[in-house]
């Protein structure tokens, strides 16, 4: 599954499909300045079952990626994998992140 942080209106993220099936975890109009302790509730219980199959696609506000970063490596020993976009190559890249240290 990739799970896409935040849907942001005008970007074409299907790239990022051949990873997997895609979720939103967040819509465009979200805003985690005002209400963060939501955010983090809804992104708790939509990354319940993050795993190392997973992928975030780290698109959208950036706290919102921070919070899914944290949600991700909590549910998963501290190791997520995200996406990450190359301009020049047009395509993306997964990057592991294992913040065990080991």
Do not use: H
């Not at 967040?26 to 939501?38: E, F, Y």
């Not at 509730?41 to 921070?66: E, H, N, Q, T, V």
């Not at 970063?69 to 976009?85: I, Q």
């Amino acid at each position: 599954m990739v799970f896409v942080v935040q849907n942001v209106n005008g970007k074409n993220v299907l790239g990022a499909a051949r990873f997997g099936e895609m979720q939103v975890l967040l819509p465009a109009t979200a805003q985690v300045t005002l209400d963060s302790k939501s955010v983090v509730r809804l992104m708790r219980r939509k990354l319940a079952d993050f795993s190392d199959r997973d992928y975030l696609l780290a698109i959208g506000d950036p706290a919102a990626i921070g919070i899914a970063c944290g949600v991700a490596a909590a549910r998963n020993n501290g190791k997520f994998k995200l996406l990450k976009w190359d301009r020049q190559e047009r395509f993306y890249y997964a990057v592991s992140v294992d913040l065990t240290g080991s």
